[in-house]
């Protein structure tokens, strides 16, 4: 997520006022209600009166518009400006307030007098002043109030907090980046309770990538002014900027509008999220929100305009262009703000051609350059690419990503190669020159037959080219897909490039990768690129499927535990489980939620029910008409259908007792369920797990001693204080309470498992297999018991027993290279060829580049008599140095010879007896 997308000026209103005001007083007494009662808060100020009167009306005004009673406020600030003694302090709060409402000439007038009259120059007024000139269209007129900052700073007239802070929004407005940093950091070391200097501080460093920082500066705010609009919305602008916890954010966005209904901050970020997340309708009602306080604002007519281009609502489109293009006719950002948004559904050649459009109203205009050079390489045009990217670097050095990028391309790249497909005109491949030999002999091969089975599938050829590249370091994968080093995932589509981590890493299926990948080519192509990401992903995992059904990811017990909680996704929300993922665990959920919803469709409806709903999506159809259209139900009963399926299909799996921790973490609910039911076993249990989650491990102590005391069988309290028996180490303690919870007649495969392991570390082997095969039996899908259960048969000489293990431990764990191959090794010294075939050729689309991969794979083509993959195999073999050069070499002959390959063969026969 592009933070900086909604990363404009912060409003502060009255709040300047009160920055360093240490000391209590009748209007910090008001204040503290705000949060609770604003009314009250409203009422006491009104009633103060003296030396403070003003500063309490003003704080009043504000409070009136975040309750979005803007004639009440305006009526205090337009009897402030009517009295004789009124100060620049009011008259700059007005200004900031008529700027709010989108009045810019108005407050052009009100911040004159503040500016320019007899009292001098007040901060607050002039820079509200150069942004309201700036909102017109007067950049130069701006930036000369903007250059006064600096005069005041270098003449030493700006030492306080407040003054540094206006110091360094100046310095950011006119780019002044460096000397930005170094104004806030003395601000807030001048008063370490300055929130407004943290404010703009985390505002510059999101601006310049660095939301590790912006984080660091929000949490100090959140800590000081927890209940600050402000500082919730910028806080949460961090928390998706650097983990993109959207269930974080979404949380300190909804307390932020709860403190301010109507704070365009918050709403614009809040349907930047449900932009991201496909919802945007609701985008489009919170943009609508900003937009009546101040019809004018641009941030809220371009997120706007974006919600229409993506609905593909042209008319709208064009009305809200017209309208942001007559404000501003200069404002690239409109152009650039939408191109963000449609690179974010895979609209990437329209967001080249937005972006494009940004430039020709702002020749200069930095992040257009590094969409562009995005762009550019995301459709496999690296001159054009690497030209955007250094004008970006140029015009922002501050800007990692096209450092990261330009660099890329100028260092790493040189030491890659392309190549041309043999057989298919247009497909490429990018190699690292010294992993080509070996990838150019899998890699092509991988990518042609999904090419041909997925012409065949979805019915269309995509757009040529399309490049497959294959990165040895994974660094250089994640800047060459994402722009950042730290990139977890194995591979990305761009439509026409692919980007994938390197076999060589042997930690990874990446026939599995090269597959899933292609088959993004064709339903992006095939829908237009409109195809949502739990369709996309949904699709890719069932092709995968359907051409090795052991490729099925091994979730099961995920959605069971969905299930259990009432919480299986509905498919209105599929596509937040992906962008509001907020970890690893949960983005393996929703893929495989996602293969399960379409290999749903695919069973019940068929495949081509797949295709129709890619075809609706291409036709500019959301997800309740496309599933209405294409499957006869609406997105209700969808959902029905889906759990009713899941719950037939994992019937077995729901009997278990595999009770998840996260489910229990509200502790503040589990408490109170304690004090309503001192007497539940199940409500003491139930507070034990939720204080061992939170941190609390005596807490958590106490009520699973009193849970156990009042029922020693609870099957709760038993799997937890065996679980934590067995995690401090102490096995007998475990065993006993896994003991109990079994003969209570409750049955669990990870309870299995545990007593499993804790059995085999007593050397209690025959109990260990009760358990394992007991595992096995329970989770079928699961391959941990297989390989446990192969290592104690194999050890006690059942070798015909623990090849079978093995053989089933690597169909459900396809990553595993030396299991595989160890399978592959016994399966043919059995003389099973065809599973041994199996198992070496897992165990090569993990890691091709193993010699004894290569000795086991030739050795069984060549008994089978598949010549090209020995040929290949053999002659891999060869290079890497065969540990039996001789029979390696016959080999080689004997396949050059059904090959046809008369001088190949006379060579090797050659090398043969030298």
């Known amino acids: 997520m592009s933070v900086s997308r909604y990363i404009v000026v912060a409003l502060t209103f009255a709040a300047v006022l009160a920055s360093g005001a240490a000391a209590a007083g009748p209007v910090e007494d008001a204040l503290e209600l705000a949060a609770t009662d604003p009314a009250a808060a409203i009422e006491a100020l009104e009633g ?140 807030v070391a001048a008063d370490d309770s300055a929130i407004d200097a943290r404010l703009a501080w985390a505002e510059l460093f999101l601006e310049k990538y660095r939301a590790d920082e912006a984080k660091a500066v929000m949490d100090e705010a959140v800590a000081r002014a927890p209940h600050d609009p402000r500082v919730l919305t910028l806080s949460a602008l961090a928390e998706l900027s650097t983990g993109y916890d959207v269930v974080a954010a979404r949380e300190q966005l909804a307390s932020a509008l709860e403190q301010w209904p109507g704070y365009p901050q918050a709403l614009e970020a809040l349907a930047g999220v449900e932009i991201d997340t496909g919802n945007w309708d609701a985008a489009a009602v919170l943009l609508q929100r900003s937009l009546e306080a101040n019809p004018l604002r641009l941030e809220s007519l371009s997120l706007l305009a974006a919600v229409y281009y993506l609905k593909d609502d042209a008319a709208r489109f064009s009305e809200l262009e017209e309208q942001v293009m007559a404000l501003d006719p200069l404002y690239a950002r409109f152009y650039w703000v939408v191109g963000e948004q449609a690179t974010r559904v895979f609209r990437y050649r329209e967001a080249l051609a937005l972006n494009q459009q940004a430039l020709q109203l702002d020749a200069g205009f930095g992040p257009a350059f590094l969409a562009l050079g995005f762009g550019h390489s995301r459709r496999g045009d690296d001159e054009r690419a690497l030209h955007f990217l250094r004008r970006a670097f140029e015009a922002d050095p501050f800007n990692v990503f096209a450092y990261n990028m330009a660099n890329l391309y100028e260092g790493a790249l040189s030491r890659y190669e392309f190549v041309d497909d043999e057989q298919v005109e247009g497909l490429r491949y990018r190699f690292h020159q010294s992993e080509s030999a070996v990838l150019r002999r899998y890699i092509p091969e991988a990518v042609r037959h999904a090419w041909e089975l997925y012409r065949g599938r979805y019915g269309i050829t995509p757009e040529l080219p399309v490049s497959v590249e294959v990165f040895r370091e994974p660094e250089t994968f994640g800047i060459r897909s994402v722009g950042l080093p730290q990139v977890h995932l194995h591979g990305i589509c761009f439509g026409h490039v692919v980007t994938s981590r390197s076999p060589s890493e042997g930690n990874f299926n990446w026939r599995i990768v090269i597959e899933h990948e292609m088959s993004h080519v064709f339903s992006l192509e095939r829908s237009n690129y409109r195809v949502p990401r739990w369709l996309t992903e949904g699709m890719a995992e069932y092709d995968t499927l359907i051409s090795r059904p052991e490729w099925r990811r091994e979730h099961e017990l995920t959605i069971v535990n969905a299930l259990h909680a009432g919480e299986l996704i509905g498919l209105a929300d599929l596509n937040w489980a992906f962008t509001g993922a907020g970890s690893s665990e949960r983005l393996v959920a929703a893929y495989f939620q996602a293969s399960l919803v379409v290999e749903f469709i695919g069973i019940r409806w068929g495949y081509d029910s797949l295709l129709a709903m890619l075809d609706g999506y291409g036709r500019s159809l959301q997800t309740p008409a496309v599933v209405q259209e294409v499957l006869g139900v609406d997105l209700e009963e969808f959902d029905r259908l889906f759990e009713e399926h899941i719950r037939r299909r994992y019937a077995h799996l729901m009997q278990l007792f595999e009770p998840d921790p996260t489910r229990y973490s509200d502790l503040e609910a589990a408490r109170s369920r304690a004090r309503r039911e001192p007497s539940s076993a199940d409500a003491l249990a139930e507070l034990a797990v939720a204080e061992l989650v939170n941190g609390n491990d005596d807490s958590s102590a106490d009520a699973l001693a009193q849970a156990l005391a009042i029922e020693s069988t609870n099957p709760l309290a038993n799997y937890f204080a065996a679980t934590v028996a067995e995690s401090s180490g102490d096995n007998d303690t475990a065993r006993r309470y896994f003991e109990s919870l079994l003969d209570g007649g409750v049955e669990s495969y990870s309870a299995r498992m545990s007593l ?159």
């Not at 030396?51 to 409070?63: M, S």
């Not at 009124?86 to 700059?92: L, M």
């Not at 000369?144 to 929004?169: C, H, S």
């Open 756 to 914: 499993a392991r804790i059995a085999r570390a007593e050397g209690q082997e025959e109990a260990a297999l009760v358990h394992l095969r007991r595992a096995a039996e329970l989770y079928p899908r699961s391959a941990a018991p297989h390989l446990e259960l192969a290592e104690i048969l194999s050890r006690r000489g059942l070798a015909v027993e623990a090849t079978e293990h093995l053989h089933a431990y690597v169909m459900r764990e396809e990553n595993d290279f030396a299991v595989a191959l160890r399978a592959a090794g016994e399966l043919r010294d059995r003389g099973d060829l065809d599973r041994a075939w199996q198992m070496a050729e897992i165990a090569g689309h993990v890691d091709p580049f193993q010699r004894d991969l290569h000795t086991v794979l030739g050795q069984l083509a060549h008994q089978r008599a598949q010549w090209e993959v020995a040929r290949r195999e053999l002659e891999l073999e060869l290079a890497a140095g065969p540990v039996d050069r001789q029979n390696t070499l016959q080999m080689l002959v004997d396949t050059y010879t059904a090959l046809g390959l008369s001088d190949e063969a006379e060579a090797a026969r050659r090398q043969l007896n030298r």
């Open 48 to 187: 103060i009166r003296g030396d403070e009167a003003q500063r309490a009306q003003l704080e009043a005004a504000h409070l009136h518009v975040r309750g979005g009673a803007y004639a009440q406020a305006e009526r205090i600030y337009e009897r402030q400006m009517r009295t004789s003694r009124a100060t620049n302090e009011a008259r700059a709060a007005y200004g900031e307030y008529l700027i709010f409402r989108g009045r810019y000439d108005d407050a052009i007038e009100v911040l004159d007098e503040a500016v320019e009259g007899r009292e001098g120059p007040h901060p607050a007024a002039r820079y509200w002043r150069a942004r309201a000139f700036h909102l017109k269209g007067r950049r130069s007129r701006a930036r000369a109030d903007l250059e006064d900052f600096i005069r005041d700073y270098n003449a030493g007239r700006a030492t306080t907090a407040e003054q540094l802070t206006w110091v360094g929004r100046a310095c950011h407005a006119m780019g002044l980046h460096q000397d930005a940093n170094q104004a806030f950091r003395d601000a």
